[in-house]
Each structure stands twice: as C-alpha cells, then as structure tokens.
C-alpha cells in the first residue's frame, strides 16, 4: 500500500523548489517584468515548512516510530551527527536567503532575482541526497548524485518558464495591452531557444539515470513491477510535453506573431493558452510520479 502522506509531502517540495527556481530564473531571461517578490518569499516559507516536515518524516522511518512519537534526541543526531543532516541545513540556510533577498533587494530586481536563483539552484540539488541516486553502486555511481541535480534543475528551468509564460499568457489575453503582446512573444522566442537546451539536458540525465537505477538488462522487466510501469507513465508523459513543446515552437508561436501583425490575436493567445496550461498539467503530473517512484525499490535492485 502506497504511503499517501509521505508521497503527497514529497510532491509538495517537489513542486515548491521547482518553481522557486525555475520562475526567477525565467524572470531572468524573459522580457516579462513578473513581480516575484511575494511568491518568492511563500514558495521560500513553504519549503522551509514542508522540508522541516520532511525531515520529521524521514526521522520517523529510520527511527520505526510514528511521526508524533520521534523525540528531541533522534532529531538531533540525525542533524547534527549524519550527513544527510547537514544537507537538510544547506537547504534550510538556501531558503532563508532567498526570503532574505525578497526582503532586503526588492528595490533591486536583477540582484534580488541572481541572489533568488543561485540560492534555490542550491535548496534543488539538496533533494537527490533523499532518493535513489545517493545510495547508486559501481563504476558509474560518482556520476549518478551530478547528473540527477542537473535533472533537476533543468526540469525547474522548464517548469518555471511554464508557470511564467502561462501567467504573461492570461495577463496579455486580459489587458489585450500591446507592450505586453510584444513582450510576450519575445519570451516565447527566447524560450524557444533555451527549451531545447532543457531537454536535451533533461534526455541525457534522464536516460543514465534510468540505465543506473533499472539496469540495462532489466529493461524488459519493466512492466512486470509497480516501478517500472510508473516509470513508462512518467516518460510517455514526458514525450507529451515534447509534442507540445514543438508545436508550441513551430506553430503556435509563429501564429501568434502573424496575429499580432493583423490585429487579431485573440484566438492565436488561446490556442497557445490552452497547449502550454496543458504542457503544464503534464509536468505537474510527473512531478506526483516522481514522488512515488522515490519511495518505490527499482526494478533493477
């Protein structure tokens, strides 16, 4: 039976530090002038929150108490005496920048973005040390830890400029503004760009990450466990979101520039609309399998 609680935990911070890197990074780039600072400090005290519960769940397990029944003396030597403590208070130190950054740089935007973004860069890459890829064996194994924080961060990267292009995409539809218009379609150009850089990042960590956990001659195996069939849901999902991508790159966009020219691009901004928000359904959706399948035994082992 599924540990729903555990799962749901994990999918929350997930999806949290995700966004907490991936939307300042996007604010970055992009032409949109998105104004972070609020979401920024509650994506900052929500991972505080839900990292702290985290690690109560986690003491909870390898202790074989109930959460309400872990003691003062568990949790501090978990902090203070193992390594996995001291990365849980890396994230937690990465955290309380980025809400010190929203608090003390709001007048400054670039540096408070710069400052948000390395910090949540470090906050995501404390998460493989929870999962799978710390626990990797072999010759390969040193490389497993790097290429799953990369994962991670380009899934942000994607993530981010799906939650920012989905909002520059409602704001431009409401205001019908022409400075938003353009702007608008300057990020979707500078996106299109950056977007395949993401997957092929994504692809190659991926797939090695996939070959070290499963194993290549367990790859027939697959849709004989739980593991493996999640596994198949959460890659045919991913190509979903590689067919939305491109059509969003090769025919929506370049669709929603011919509008602009003639002055009627309101059905060109809801067909786009709807592919990203549908491209964003989709990712939340691996996020929730990614969830599961950490908690799950690979097929391989």
């Known amino acids: 039976m599924a540990d729903w609680p555990l799962i749901i935990v994990r999918f929350a911070l997930y999806a949290d530090l995700l966004l907490l890197f991936g939307l300042p990074l996007f604010a970055l780039y992009a032409r949109q002038r998105i104004r972070l600072d609020a979401t ?41 005496d193992m390594p996995l403590g001291t990365v849980w208070q890396v994230r937690m130190a990465a955290l309380l920048i980025i809400l010190g950054a929203t608090l003390l740089l709001s007048g400054r935007r670039t540096r408070m973005l710069v400052v948000s973004t390395g910090a949540a860069a470090v906050a995501l890459s404390t998460l493989p040390f929870f999962g799978h890829a710390a626990a990797s064996e072999g010759p390969a194994a040193a490389l497993h830890l790097p290429a799953t924080m990369l994962h991670l961060l380009a899934a942000g990267a994607w993530l981010g400029a799906l939650a920012g292009l989905l909002w520059s995409l409602v704001e431009a539809g409401r205001t019908r503004d022409r400075v938003q218009l353009e702007r608008l379609y300057a990020s979707l150009a500078s996106f299109s760009t950056i977007g395949t850089i993401i997957v092929l990042v994504i692809l190659a960590t991926g797939i090695f990450s996939a070959l070290m956990l499963v194993g290549p001659g367990n790859l027939q195996a697959l849709p004989g466990s739980l593991y493996g069939r999640l596994l198949m849901v959460k890659i045919a999902l991913f190509l979903a979101m590689l067919v939305l991508a491109t059509l969003n790159r090769f025919r929506l966009t370049p669709a929603l520039g011919d509008a602009m020219s003639s002055g009627d691009e309101k059905v060109a901004l809801a067909k786009l609309r709807r592919s990203i928000m549908l491209e964003t359904v989709a990712a939340i959706s691996i996020i929730g399998l990614v969830a599961w399948l950490g908690i799950l035994p690979p097929t391989g082992t």
């Open 40 to 80: 920024m400090m509650l994506l900052a005290i929500v991972g505080m929150g839900l990292s702290g519960f985290g690690f109560l769940q986690l003491a909870a397990s390898m202790s074989g108490q109930a959460v309400g029944d872990v003691d003062r003396s568990t949790l501090s030597m978990m902090l203070f």
